[in-house]
């Protein structure tokens, strides 16, 4: 056999294998791994969440843009009801424990936060702009 069409055949191995691993979960039974993220649009009625100034970004993890949508709507009627504008929430939300990152203020005026909220391999990612 030609030396290039035994290394061929073993470059072509070598990738069904790492492709073939890659598929599993560790412990699982043959089920692929679903990890992906994806950034949701947040045109129209979805960019305000009262009392959110705005929501400028939302990104979900292994769950679905409308899932990530709902869980931040809920998030900030829980800030509403412990604080107003200033508030944080301190229950789970929609299952999911959310947690929200220092804020980056402008004294007086406003300040930007990032709220990450996670249930189990789930996970949402949300930054929002509130005015004071």
Do not use: W
């Not at 412990?82 to 301190?90: D, S, V, Y």
């Not at 391999?121 to 004071?132: E, F, L, P, R, W």
């Amino acid at each position: 056999m030609p030396k290039t069409f035994r290394l061929t055949i073993a470059i072509a191995l070598a990738a069904l294998a790492i492709g073939a691993t890659s598929l599993l979960a560790p412990g699982a039974s043959g089920s692929p791994v679903a990890s992906a993220s994806k950034a949701c649009s947040l045109k129209g009625e979805y960019r305000h969440f009262p009392p959110a100034s705005y929501v400028t970004s939302l990104k979900v993890f292994s769950t679905t843009c409308a899932k990530g949508k709902d869980v931040i709507r809920v998030y900030h009627h829980c800030r509403a009801q412990h604080g107003g504008a200033n508030g944080r929430c301190p229950n789970r939300v929609l299952h999911y424990r959310c947690h929200e990152g220092d804020r980056q203020k402008v004294p007086g005026v406003q300040y930007d936060a990032t709220v990450v909220c996670r249930r189990g391999g789930n996970k949402i990612v949300s930054t929002y702009t509130q005015n004071i």
